[in-house]
């Protein structure tokens, strides 16, 4: 197997500072069981090892083929979350992942279905982890289950994927929303999550918050926030990355 180069120390010391500050907000939000998700998207697996070493198990990444090569290279009890949008043809090879915990981006109950056949054939022990993607803001151009169908997808996942864990609802939001408080978006996905504790007798997570709203995201129940540049700073072109 390829080795992984070892970070410098100043880049150690770089991502331990700034994981430190980001978990403080995370520990210290109403939502005591909140997970940070390290976004590490076109960087380095160097840049990984630094922040596993200070404890960070949880990364995301948005490209099934970046993410199947770092998960070859990077230590196995990483928990690796994918966070890019989901397409069909691409559920075998997130499924040869053995460490994958979650698929944040389920868009539809045959995209679901589609992941479950897969990784149940590729004999994976316990179940993955999957969120429903919404889209919250109804943006055209955004990925996601429209809200008036995610009830639909939620009681398909649990009728007919036996080899997937439901853990929550997921949105990215608008980029108009995110400069308001509270967060329009933000606060859809908390109804929408109320809506189908009352209608389907599920308790789910909330995945929702970025680098630059993750703390008012969890001011309002976020479980699991998604941040990469407050970590590692702002990414480099792809062309440009080196595992």
């Keep these: 197997m390829e080795s992984v180069e070892t970070p410098s120390s100043q880049r150690t010391a770089e991502i331990a500072h700034n994981l430190s500050e980001i978990n403080a907000a995370v520990k210290g939000s109403q939502t005591t069981s909140a997970r940070l998700v390290a976004v590490s998207k076109y960087k380095p697996a160097s840049d990984i090892l630094a922040a596993y070493a200070t404890g960070q198990r949880h990364f995301g990444e948005n490209y099934v083929q970046e993410l199947c090569e770092k998960a070859a290279l990077l230590p196995s009890d990483i928990n690796w979350h994918f966070i890019g949008r989901l397409q069909s043809n691409k559920c075998k090879a997130l499924a040869a992942i053995p460490n994958l915990w979650a698929v944040e981006t389920i868009d539809s109950a045959a995209k679901a279905r589609k992941l479950n056949d897969a990784w149940t054939s590729a004999g994976n022990q316990g179940l993955l982890g999957v969120f429903v993607q919404v889209n919250t803001s109804n943006e055209e151009n955004k ?3 429209e809200k008036c169908d995610v009830e639909d997808v939620v009681r398909e996942i649990i009728a007919s994927c036996a080899g997937l864990c439901l853990k929550g609802l997921m949105t990215i939001g608008s980029i108009e929303g995110s400069n308001k408080r509270p967060n329009p978006d933000f606060l859809s996905l908390v109804a929408l999550r109320d809506q189908l ?19 008012h995201a969890l001011e309002l129940g976020a479980s699991n926030v998604r941040v990469g540049s407050k970590i590692f700073g702002s990414r480099l072109p792809k062309s440009t990355l080196l595992f």
Aim: glycine share 18%; charged share 25%; aromatic share 4%.
């Design 143 to 145: 990925g996601g289950v």
């Design 197 to 215: 504790k009352q209608s389907v007798g599920v308790d789910l997570e909330l995945s929702m918050g970025m680098s630059d709203d993750f703390v």
